[in-house]
């Protein structure tokens, strides 16, 4: 499994958009690269973590680093806590007989709650996860990648730090655009205090 996944990744092509036979691009500007290049480093020194592809990155032309794919032994490591908006993926492999304490501790395990996935042939697993990780991912994607919603076609945003869970794209976003207001006009007054149902 793991020689098939690492031969997939060393097969992506990085470049410009401009080649639509690239898989990767480059990241945004400069901050993002800074950023992310950041990560990377720290993995290189940490002895709980593996990077198993790419590692590498270049801003000579262009904002490119490759798609770095790290393996940790702790769950806590902090590449699967934070969210890095580039093409770096932290594997934790947990025990396969502990699957809902492993869901527990993913529920835990970071303050964000963007995306998640399950790939699952169990219908129990997938239901347990669904339940389970119900507030760990505004978006969440049963045998899919978590990735590439788009917008108008599928209503995406995410909870806890990764926002309001609003959805771009589906109509209930417009209440965050707007002002709720409420009037109430009478025509005839009222000539008492009271009510009249408390009399």
């Not at 097969?11 to 958009?17: A, C, H, V």
């Amino acid at each position: 499994m793991k020689r098939i996944y690492v031969e997939q990744v060393n097969s992506f092509k990085l470049g410009s958009p401009e080649d639509t036979s690239n898989f990767v691009n480059a990241v945004i500007d400069g901050r993002a690269f800074d950023k992310i290049a950041g990560y990377i480093d720290y993995c290189k020194t940490q002895s709980d973590a593996e990077i198993i592809t790419g590692g590498s990155y270049d801003k000579s032309k262009g904002y490119f680093i490759e798609p770095t794919t790290i393996v940790t032994s702790n769950p806590k490591f902090r590449t699967m806590c934070e969210e890095i908006f580039g093409p770096v993926l932290t594997i934790y492999v947990y025990d396969e007989h502990a699957f809902e304490e492993t869901l527990e501790m993913l529920d835990q395990t970071s303050e964000y709650a963007l995306t998640g996935s399950i790939l699952s042939n169990d219908r129990y697993a997938i239901q347990l996860a669904t339940k389970k990780l119900e507030n760990a991912a505004g978006n969440f994607y049963i045998n899919d990648k978590p990735t590439g919603a788009v917008v108008g076609q599928q209503p995406f945003g995410g909870a806890r730090g990764s926002g309001t869970n609003d959805k771009a794209g589906a109509a209930m976003n417009l209440l965050r655009w707007v002002s709720a207001r409420t009037i109430k006009e009478t025509f005839v007054p009222p000539t008492d205090y009271r009510y009249p149902f408390l009399g």
